[in-house]
């Protein structure tokens, strides 16, 4: 570690230094009260940890895989849009940096048709992620305020084949879609099943109704999703209706989760309340903004670090081993002091 | 939206810097501690919102009806005194505004007698709100350190003839009694009953023995309010009781809220808690003092955008299909993180 | 209301500038952390109340009666030491002020002994109050830093008959007994009660065990009090353990309060969890140093009004219409908003 | 008390102005987010006391056993690293002062082995004192950001004889292993038990599972401890874990705490809860960096007076008379004031 950040959460200052403001309240911000935004990073500070002690940690395994898939450690880099206004080789530079780190990542597009569809199974992509959490854009007033207009992502399409080449065929390569139409249900999701043998992760699930509903529509995962607070404000953190949704589940897909994400330890607690995986977003944009490649490689390593000390001091050399009991909520402390 | 408020809150602070302190004190102030006046916004925060996702929601129709008259939206405006400190054109301008949105507008008025409620009978009004919380006035501190004289409304009389003019006969027209008769008991209501065919709503109830006490006697609707916080101070928020006078009245009339709604998630957790629709107070007379007729437009439409937003984003595409099971109260969360 | 301060808070601002800054640290502060200092006072804003409205409360009666004797309002003077620090007549204008206030005023002594309880039945003294929560002193580290010497009472003697002078035989006369004897046991207080026909009154219980002790011990009474945060920190506020020891008295002994009461609000909530009446120290204190007699009279006349107002808008006539159904701790609340 | 420091936390204050910053955050700090390190002393002050009164309280005897070895005070000094950090002396300097306060003192070893724990059998040393929670070195950022590197303790071993001299053969002289391998297991706690017949206390167990599984692999004690927060953040505050210890432990061994004791409250806190005695870390070095040797006794004395206070006003004249019945948590106050 040199002279620069220590943690997460100092990639966000630098950032906050790089960017123009409206470009850092774009991104960093929430919708209205920001109550969502605070509380997906602030719940994870109300689990506890219950570590285990002399158990043999001088291996740390953080494998796992997803829809079949290797991956290296269970956190993904999650669709985040408008990635050039952060760094002006946005996606591109965060591909390679997720490349180098053996990491999956999520790409972001509006445009889903047939055709494209097609062209993604051609290049490899291995899965479709649809946002379902947007049927209108939520209110950011900080945008509002600076008239922030995002621009179009012209050369998605360009990002798309380069990073085909980056990644090669080893890993899951996700794809998302996020659809402003208001009249999506869940017949599209049947059409969509219907043009395509990809299989369907439906992100932006916080109840077990939805989540059941899912499972029956026949989808091939679930991410637990708040849109990181920037759609309906006052929906609840994600770790908190984590585990509502683990159950409705009940093991027929795998659950992952996004929102809040800034620890190693965080990371922990999502897997004992039942994620089979992460997805960090804003963290990979203020990489971005902080350093480019370089910056968003940063942010992975150290999450992935992060994870690994937690699970030695945890007593849990493999994933599997990070259990239920590992954690505790507030109301489950034999005394709880509140 | 131009450069101004983006929110409701955002009015409060306009109307600070345009009122002499003592108006804005009055005005804004609560009872003593001012417990009650902070609670009632903050106990909204504390509600969370659980979102439907793949609804179909291209059309959002927040009409209701109240008392069998049809209704554009659940929001009405409350009665709130002394509206000319806000802006010399004080209930004018905010009956043009309210008319101009389709919302029904609460009057004030202080000396109910039989000659009164017939002539109101004549002029379209098409219910009375007693106020019931104010057998005596609240202490406002800051009122007594500026030793605020609040001056006679001379003119209400001229204003319920130019109110009548401006919204027809279409809309409810409520008219609100506010006594400071210490004597004032169930009795009166009784009397009340004698002397006039119109509804009567009762305004300021937050138990549910009187609740059910309202409903024998034979009231047409109950507001929960608390007065703002102005009356007796450290009564709860009104939002953290609603469900105990809904409870309570089990259907028998409407329940409306007043006190603490700043936001279009604030009117759909009221509603979700079993409100038929809830009142504004001072973010109107805010919007007042900011910008007159236009200001009480903006505060009005903001919060009917707000609300319209929120149940796209919530699933819902009426009024109808907000439900309990759409909110969640602290302690209900599966996991709760306190 | 000229100027002066409009509640009990604001005696305490002008007890701060009025006085030097070792002496109002030594009123002012509480045992080591100040933990229970603070919470004597906070915990009663988390209860709420419950009014009930078309009561006719035209008429307030705040009268009660203690061991027998009529009194106008359910508020004590506590015992407080060295008076003359806040001012120059001390015991003396306090003593006035009480009078003027219809208001009994418990004395401090410390050298119990048989002659001078003969001399305080012979005085009209109507009843002992021992206090039993100092076999030693706490630690207030601001004195210890400030070096500060609590000056001998050398004239308490005299103000003795100087109060039965001002108060005739009307009103029971307490007078407590703060003994710094760490080998005082419950064998003492049948001593005491062997050597005089006064009833007596401990003060300094806060758990149901010594309730139930000196119930059967045949004292006539019990002030639940922590002795204002000035001895062991981290006991519990006092309004929050009133009702085990009520409950544990189950009626048989009057059981008073001391401690944090700074509002009719914290009177009535007192009352509504069983209390027959409040001790109020402090604030007497300030009100002396904020202005002599004068202040003391304002700071009784006040809380008395604050309780009258607060009756009539909570629907509360008499002191017998507040029941343990008028408040609300936040656990009962039907919808917990924590 | 001179114009020194009135309680610990101003010893901390004192330390931080006679030290190098990166010296200071290097003792102080905790891992990461550092919750667990706020926690360890904020739990503290979330736990209530019961006193009981008229308890003749005239002689209070703190004394207790340890492993059949006789404690004038349940409070020991914690094994802390790096003491010359804090003052020249180090060690040296906290020995005299224990030893004058006739506290045990624990010191710290890194290099366990056959041929060390004979000679310290030898020696005099009483238990062997197995710190289990330190597989791998938590992350401080403060340290990273200082370059902080932590020098070696080469003269541990003269210090080892210089304290047998000072302390005699009348007390338990503890020995610490702090190992960093983080291969150590369970098997290498029979091991231990093989080679040394001292008894072997584990510290750093914080939950019900570990602490029967020490139970059952023979050890003869255990320290509560979460390492002060240093190793693995969001452990769960030792003080609010202690009786889930105690009671998978049912009195099978005697279990210490360790972690966020400053105050004499805090040692009958955690007397009352279960621990046999407390251990104290920082403090002592805080001590040592004010005022060297002196710093150190006044730290002990301050506590030991501070505890010996409280078993006065809380009625309790030996430790067996502290009962769980004594402290109150939260959540079992009979009216819950959250």
Chains 1, 2, 3, 4 share one sequence.
């Not at 760094?87 to 597009?109: D, S, W």
């Not at 589940?249 to 897997?271: E, H, I, Q």
Request: with cysteine.
């Amino acid at each position: 570690m040199e002279d620069g950040p220590v943690n997460l959460r100092e990639f966000q200052e630098l950032a906050k230094r790089n960017l123009p403001k409206m470009y850092y309240d774009y991104i960093s911000g929430g919708a209205e009260d920001q109550f969502t935004l605070r509380e997906n990073v602030e719940a994870f500070q109300r689990i506890m940890l219950r570590p285990r002690i002399l158990v043999d940690v001088s291996k740390i395994d953080m494998s796992t895989t997803l829809l079949g898939y290797n991956m290296s450690s269970p956190i993904l880099v999650a669709p985040t849009g408008s990635q050039q206004l952060a760094h002006p080789q946005g996606e591109l530079a965060t591909a390679r940096a997720a490349a180098a780190c053996n990491t999956i990542m999520v790409f972001k597009r509006r445009d889903v048709s047939a055709t494209l569809l097609q062209r993604a199974e051609r290049n490899g992509y291995k899965a479709i992620v649809v946002t379902v959490d947007t049927p209108r854009l939520g209110r950011r007033e900080a945008d509002e305020k600076n008239k922030m207009i995002i621009p179009r992502n012209s050369n998605l399409e360009g990002l798309m084949s380069v990073d085909a080449d980056l990644t090669g065929g080893s890993k899951l390569e996700a794809y998302a879609s996020e659809t402003l139409d208001p009249s999506l249900s869940w017949k599209d999701i049947e059409w969509l099943k219907s043009i395509t043998k990809l299989p369907i992760i439906l992100k932006g699930i916080i109840t077990a109704e939805d989540a059941r509903k899912a499972v029956d529509a026949g989808v091939s995962g679930i991410v637990v999703s708040n849109h990181g607070g920037r759609q309906l404000d006052y929906t609840p953190p994600t770790i908190s209706v984590l585990e509502e949704v683990v159950k409705a589940v009940s093991g027929a897909v795998p659950v992952l989760l996004d929102g809040g994400v800034r620890r190693g330890t965080d990371v922990f607690k999502a897997l004992a309340l039942g994620a089979k995986a992460v997805m960090i977003g804003r963290p990979v944009v203020y990489g971005l903004a902080a350093n480019g490649e370089h910056g968003v490689r940063s942010v992975i390593k150290m999450l992935q670090n992060e994870l690994e000390l937690t699970m030695a001091l945890a007593g849990c050399p493999t994933l599997r081993d990070i259990t239920r009991n590992h954690v505790m909520i507030n109301h489950e402390r034999p005394r709880s002091l509140l």
